[in-house]
């Protein structure tokens, strides 16, 4: 399937400035998933995290964090960090998502192992084990070949030149069964989906809506289930299309 007949998901931080929740929420193509930059290194929390996270849910879309990795700095104080943070909003409906972008000079030992100590750690302290984000040339160039790649879900990102959505698959990078490559960002100049900013990543789920809902129940330990929308909710879906809401 081509990424715009996936189920779509954004990821957003304080640089999206104001969101408008209620609106992210009816929107047509239905916004199914979201992931919110909770913390940088051991110190820093976005200062838009607890309000974007809080009412990402109580929208009913399904919510996760992430976390983005210094690998010059200590594993265990960073991911401590996180799962301190996460404490202030409570449980995602997804797994939480380790950001692997920065190499800061560090050579590829020092990163692959700061990386996986994080991973560890954060699957410790919440049973779950995290999935990962990054591109597959960085993932090729500073953390493979190592075996433990494959077991994690991975969130790859891939984009065009002319700012519309890649049509995917995102492939997997080396080391790394396609079948764990979960959601492609497709786009960092999406239109925005009531957000201050004038664009926004967009995000499609590899996978269909059901595969999607099953993924979900699946990391809650629920039976598989289908959320179906409420009369209000449909309303204000026809209400949007119209621009009468």
């Known amino acids: 399937m081509l990424s715009k007949d996936l189920p779509l998901g954004i990821d ?3 640089w999206q400035g104001a969101i408008l929740w209620k609106q992210t929420a009816i929107n047509v193509p239905k916004v199914h998933f979201a992931a919110v930059r ?3 290194d051991d110190w820093y929390m976005d200062s838009k995290f607890v ?8 929208n009913k879309i399904q919510t996760t964090a992430y976390h983005v990795v210094r690998p010059n700095k200590a594993p265990k104080p960073q991911a401590q960090f996180f799962i301190e943070t996460m404490k202030k909003v409570g449980a995602p409906d997804l797994p939480l998502v380790l950001d692997l972008e920065l190499d800061l000079g560090m050579g590829k ?3 692959r192992q700061n990386v996986y100590d994080q991973a560890r750690y954060i699957e410790d302290a ?3 084990k995290p999935m990962m984000y990054s591109r597959k040339n960085w993932v090729e160039g500073h953390l493979a070949p190592k075996q433990w790649l494959n077991e994690y879900d991975w969130w790859l990102a891939i984009y065009t030149r002319d700012g519309s959505e ?7 990078p080396e080391g790394v069964d396609q079948a764990r490559v979960k959601i492609h960002q497709s786009t960092d100049r999406g239109k925005p989906i009531g957000t201050e900013s004038k664009q926004m990543d967009y995000d499609r789920w590899q996978g269909n809506e059901f595969d999607f809902y099953a993924y979900v129940s ?3 330990g629920e039976a598989p289930q289908k959320p179906t929308l409420t009369l209000e909710e449909r309303v204000c879906r026809i209400e949007n299309i119209l621009n009468i809401s």
């Open 12 to 14: 957003v931080s304080k």
């Open 38 to 40: 909770a913390t940088i």
């Open 51 to 58: 309000f974007n996270y809080t009412m990402s849910q109580e």
């Open 109 to 111: 030992d020092a990163i």
């Open 126 to 128: 919440t049973g779950k």
């Open 166 to 172: 890649h049509q995917g698959p995102a492939l997997a």
């Open 218 to 220: 699946e990391f809650n």
